[in-house]
């Protein structure tokens, strides 16, 4: 109703109406400082005359503005006045529009907060598009859990906006105080737990700890070393029994092992020095029996005839391989004695060591009709052993020959490179596959393949041969070409023995 008809069923009615509008954080902007009009629930009956004729209209109403009975009864009736630190935990509002005309929430001074808006957000949904509101709201001076709702007049159009609330604060605090008493439970248990778990895990890791020591002891060859058996836990105790016995038992092997290795350390010597002896003995034996059945092959001591030449080359080429082998057992022993001993001298390569070993094969080379070409330079030189340089040559000129194809081609060449001298000896053959070239350098290990023509040998050769050039701190190796194969060596020219 405007001020105009509240004027005419009296000025006091005016007045009670007339609210003057407090600033509000977060409400909507509005023109003007005061409200006039106000907010009444009315009633109206029609008045009919003696003939049933309608005569008049009898009305009456209640004014909302500053009329505080409807929101209190609410309060005591559904929120029981309680109060929570002096504040009331329920509070019920009647707004004219957005302004507050019936209230119980009080300001800070404790004023009922008449004149405060509500906020443009709950403006636009419940007065502006008639929906409710029930959510978290801050109210004037605290926070309450809420609901609006609009308040509608005889036509249906939104006039106002019935509000009930309930105080946060004490929710809050119950929140508060159940998750500081369930953090104190949950402390108060971790704190236990923790002391607990440091008195059990220091009644197993005092063993454990002893266990990784002992480990690290045995480790360290300390074999025997034993750790305490009882340790309170059958578990710990089990393990620190099968340690101990299996401490024990590596002492045992140990002390067998030793025992044993000190055998084989005086059947190793005692093997070495018959081989080197028997070797030695062989190699002046074989020499003198060559030289005769040579001499009686070429007629020296009379004629013979061409089978018993026959059978005489046979047994002379025999006694050839039989030296070569004595020679490669007794370089063997050398070498397994640590007796391979460097004395250098200034070595010409080709003049001196590889000229002399190509003499050596030049009957066999003849036998199988190979084209030799020696590509080594003459003008190099280097400081090593020459008799140990020779044997490594006629190793790798012999295999060549050996493994070579009849008629084949045999190239020897060089290079210098950087201080050192790099050597090939090719020759046409079956080239070795990759698998093949981790057994060429072994003791004792020889390739042959079904179907090949087998060729006699120890297997020593590019064994003794590799260790002569390491002596001389080089290197040695193979690689395999398309009708052959080449082994190639680089020694420095003024190495030292490694």
Known sequence: MSSEELAKEGNDLAEQARIKLIPTTKAKQRTGVEEASGMMIRAGAP?????????GVLHGGILLNRNYTIVDKIKETVYEGIQYKGIDTGTATIFQGDLRISTNVRTKEGKRAIGTRVSEEVYE??????MQWVDRAFVVTNWFKTAYEPIKDINGEIVGILYVGILEQPFVDMSRNIFLFFLAIVSIAAFLSGFFALLLARVISRPVLEMVKATGRLSDGELGYEV??????IELDTLAKSFNN???????????LKALNERLTVL?????????????????IVATTIMNAAAVRDGLFGRINPQQKRSLEAVTKSLHYFR??????LDLSRIEKGELE???TAVRICEDVFEPCLETFASEIAEKRMDVTNNIAAAITVQGDLDLLRI????LVGNAVKYGLDGGKVTLSSEAIAGKVRIEIYNDSRPIREDEKAKLFKKFSRLQNPGEKIVKGTGLGLFVTKEIIVKHGGNIWVEPRENGNCFIFEIEKNSKTP
């Not at 305490?228 to 836990?233: L, Y």
């Not at 190793?268 to 002046?284: A, C, I, P």
């Not at 490594?392 to 190793?395: H, I, S």
């Open 47 to 55: 008045v009919f005359g003696y003939d049933g004729g309608l005569i």
């Open 125 to 130: 949904r419940v007065l502006t598009g008639g």
């Open 228 to 233: 305490r058996k009882e340790t309170g836990t």
């Open 246 to 256: 299996m401490s024990t038992q590596l002492r045992q092997r140990e002390d067998s």
């Open 268 to 284: 190793n010597k005692t093997y070495l020095d018959l081989v080197g002896f028997v070797s030695h003995e062989l190699k002046g």
């Open 324 to 329: 070569e082998t004595v020679k490669k057992f």
């Open 342 to 344: 460097i004395n250098r």
């Open 392 to 395: 490594a040559a006629n190793n």
